[in-house]
Nanobody, 122 residues
Framework: QVQLVESGGGLVQPGGSLRLSCAAS????????MGWYRQAPGNQRELVAA???????NYADSVKGRFTFSRGSVKNTVYLQMNNLKPEDTAVYYC????????????????WGKGTLVTVSS
């Protein structure tokens, strides 16, 4: 019964900015980790940024210094601020979360959003 919903994608010019959001809802006891992935046409899905339960954030080398992954004031919501966007950033961006559904769960389960399209083009 867990859902991840992304929003904020769209068409932007090179050098522009977008902020993506991901909201998790449903049967959630704990979120162990959340991350953003992207997949361009013809390519495999790749990690963009990941936030673990200990507070560490990992970024792909291609987005370091341009993208920022953060937790918002709204519960179970995270954001990906994307600045200085490049045509190479064009992809469908997916939100991922490892979630424990109840007290009986020993391990978290993987959940994925449906994705939001980001197009960077002149």
């Amino acid at each position: 019964q867990v859902q991840l919903v992304e929003s904020g994608g769209g068409l932007v010019q090179p050098g522009g900015s977008l902020r993506l959001s991901c909201a998790a809802s449903g049967s959630i006891k704990a979120i162990n980790a959340m991350g953003w992935y992207r997949q361009a046409p013809g390519n495999q899905r790749e990690l963009v940024a990941a936030l673990t339960s200990d507070g560490r954030t990992n970024y792909a080398d291609s987005v370091k210094g341009r993208f920022t992954f953060s937790r918002g004031s709204v519960k179970n919501t995270v954001y990906l601020q994307m600045n200085n966007l490049k045509p190479e950033d064009t992809a469908v961006y997916y939100c991922h979360a490892e979630i424990q559904n109840s007290d009986s769960d020993y391990y978290g389960l993987d959940y994925w959003g449906k994705g939001t399209l980001v197009t960077v083009s002149s």
